[in-house]
């Protein structure tokens, strides 16, 4: 088991930036990948990024486009999503997930969830 904590969600302005934690907890090993995903209202759960446990290699959607970057601490506890230059169209609610292979297409393990509001 896996789990996985959200954190750093909130209310900001359109240009800020945001750092988002996923505490990492459970029986992980190198061979996972971490992501990041998002769920806009309204609309589908959407990947924004991933990481390979073992040797940080990052995967990012094509609308990253620079301004997210995805990266852990060196004690493999937390994993992390910057975001800069906030847009109100990022406004969703960020997940990170965990499973054995990348793509992440089904992963079996999820966070809860943090809310990201980008107000204009």
């Known amino acids: 088991q896996v789990q996985l904590a959200e954190s750093g969600g909130g209310l900001v302005q359109a240009g800020d930036s945001l750092k988002l934690s996923c505490a990492v907890s459970?029986?992980?090993?190198?061979?996972?990948?971490m992501g990041w995903f998002r769920q806009p209202p309204g609309k589908e759960r959407e990947f924004v990024a991933a990481l390979s446990w073992k040797d940080s290699t990052r995967y990012y959607a094509a609308f990253v486009k620079g301004r997210f970057t995805i990266y852990r601490d060196s004690a493999k506890t937390t994993m992390y999503l910057q975001i800069k230059a906030l847009k109100p169209e990022d406004t969703a609610v960020y997940s990170c997930?965990?499973?054995?292979?990348?793509?992440?297409?089904?992963?079996?393990?999820w966070g809860k969830g943090t809310q990201v509001t980008v107000s204009s």
């Open positions: 997930a965990a499973d054995v292979r990348y793509p992440l297409l089904a992963p079996p393990y």
């Open positions: 459970g029986r992980t090993s190198s061979n996972y990948f």
